[in-house]
């Protein structure tokens, strides 16, 4: 355990009226704070819904776009964060098109930072969103993780008080990551105050 908790911000990537993202993001951050080195943010993309299209000057560019509606706020929370968990199902073999806007909308927020990745969907698990998620993240300078949480066909894993059924191999997996979302983000924090390369 660090003395400074680590900031680690868990995103919630669906944003559908009904979708199940919330019961694992919920459970994912219980497991984040139980683990010790954690000050766990739970960040909710509905809560902003940022547009699709982005402004005419690109945050790649301008690392200030004017974001509309609370947009501001879901820029400083990011900022804010040392590290970074998507929770995502899989949409048609990938992530959905929300965790893409508000990734897009972003550029600073994700640079020099670790990123881990909890999935579920039908058959596949969100292995697929994830393996989408570390090619987009590598564009951004960002170090995903090796180490993941799956839930295949979540809906069998998942009692309806939101509880796991049989949590063992899941709370193994997700602690795994943990430990090693706690190294890289420790590490990559002390970096992040050295000048980069232009
Ligand atoms: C349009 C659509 C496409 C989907 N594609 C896949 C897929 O490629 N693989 C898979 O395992 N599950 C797939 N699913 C199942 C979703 O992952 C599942 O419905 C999940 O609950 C979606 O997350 P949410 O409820 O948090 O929105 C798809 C669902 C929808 C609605």
Redesign the pocket.
Known sequence: MTSTPLRLAVI?????E?????V?AEWFAGQARGHGAFEVDLIDLADYQLPHALPAVSPLMDPNPVRPGRGEELAQRLSDADAFVIV???????F?ASVKTAIDWHFTQWSRKTVGFVG???????L?AIEGLRAVFNELHAHTLREYVSF????QLFGSDGQLLEPAEHEAAATEMLDQLQWWATALTGARTEAVPA
């Open positions: 919630i990537g669906s944003v559908r009904g979708r199940f993202g919330p694992v995502t199902p899989d949409i048609n073999r990938s959905p579920y969907s039908g058959r596949s698990g969100g697929l295949p066909r979540f809906y």
